[in-house]
Each structure stands twice: as structure tokens, then as C-alpha cells.
């Protein structure tokens, strides 16, 4: 997951101000569903993107779903990391 994409994402559905005088819309968010570790069967609802707006544009849709990948099986994968030395 690309958490700043997604935040992104509901920055521009109201969860963020462009300036001091906007007003949060304190109901937009995505809600996640399952724990970390929890098999994902294909159809399930696993999130849910709550929002205000009639339509979500499609181009934030787009962006939603560049943010976020399910890939293949995990559970024996080295986890990567951004540490690229320890100093003692």
C-alpha cells in the first residue's frame, strides 16, 4: 500500500484543507477490513472508501487503485527494509 497515495486520495475528498478555511469532512476515509496476515479471497470486500461525494472521480479511482497491490503469497518473503546501515 502507498500510504500517501492514499492519503492523497482522500485529501482531494476532503480529508485534507487546501487552505485554513476549508472544512474537513471528518467522514472520508478508507476502512480496512481484514488484519495484516488475513487471506484475501478474490471478490472479497477487504476496504471500504468512505466519501461525501455522488461520484468519486475516476481519476482519483485510478489513483486508488495504483496505491494499492495484492500479489501472490507472501508468508515467506524477507520483509525489505529501508535501513541501509547500522552504526555502533
Known sequence: MDALAI?????????????????????VG????????????EGQTWAVLNHECEHVPTDLW??????IKIEGELLNETPSTRIREIIN
Open 7 to 27: 492519503a492523497e486520495v482522500c485529501g482531494a475528498l476532503g480529508a485534507a484543507r487546501a487552505k485554513a478555511s476549508d472544512i474537513l469532512r471528518l467522514s
Open 30 to 41: 478508507i476502512q480496512l477490513l481484514l488484519v495484516v496476515g488475513q487471506e484475501v479471497v
Open 62 to 67: 485510478l489513483q486508488l487503485q495504483d496505491a
